[in-house]
Structures are given as structure tokens and as C-alpha cells.
């Protein structure tokens, strides 16, 4: 069933309880890079995003295999985003019997991967 045109794959992880804004920084490193630059990119990273990151890419190159019968190492990530999902709202008790509140933020991870040169 392989097509001879161009054919996007994606994957999304969704509810990742991590800050977007720290995930982007991750995901900024593997736009526009073939799989295995990518995945290499991700394994020597000191982030905590890398992880969540590297499961979705990952994901993302087995529904292209196993989907859409395209070879993994033709495959270069063509998109790669974070969205911000809910927030999960604590209060943390202060002085004099105020509060304060914590934002526990999550994050929704996307990447697009399609067939084509590393650019």
C-alpha cells in the first residue's frame, strides 16, 4: 500500500506532565533532522523532555513502518510541536494562613514525520 506520493506520519503523546515551555526546548533540537541524527540528538541530551520526546518519535516511525510501509531510514521529522494541555491547579499553604498557588502543567507532544531529505 505504499504511495508514491509524499505521506506525513504522526504521533502525539498528550497529557505529559511536563511544562511545554521546557518540552519545546527538546523539540527544537530534532526539527527538520533525519531519524537518526534525531534520535541520536536526543539520546546524549541532559533534559527530562528527551524521554517523552524520543517515545513519541519513536512511535511516530513505527505507525510510518507499520501503517504505511515507509523505510525508516528515508524518514526525516517534518514537524515537531508542543501544546499545551491542562493544568492541574495545588495550593501550597504560606504565612500568616494565606496561600499560594502551584501550576502543574502538562503538555500535549507532536511530530510529523514524512519521507524526504534532511534539510
Request: net charge positive.
Amino acid at each position: 500500500m505504499a504511495n508514491t506520493q509524499v505521506q506525513e506520519v504522526k504521533a502525539t503523546a498528550k497529557f505529559v506532565r511536563m511544562a511545554p515551555r521546557k518540552a519545546r526546548m527538546v523539540v527544537d533540537l530534532i526539527r527538520n533532522k533525519s531519524i537518526d541524527r534525531a534520535l541520536e540528538a536526543l539520546q546524549f541530551s541532559t533534559r527530562a523532555a528527551a524521554e517523552p520526546v524520543t517515545k513519541v518519535l519513536k512511535s511516530a516511525v513505527a505507525n510510518a513502518e507499520n501503517n504505511h510501509n515507509l523505510r525508516a531510514r528515508t524518514l526525516v521529522v517534518k514537524a515537531a510541536y508542543v501544546n499545551e494541555g491542562p493544568t492541574l491547579k495545588r495550593i501550597r499553604p504560606r504565612a500568616k494562613g494565606s496561600a499560594s498557588r502551584i501550576n502543574k502543567r502538562t503538555s500535549h507532544i507532536t511530530v510529523v514525520v514524512a519521507p524526504g531529505k534532511e534539510a
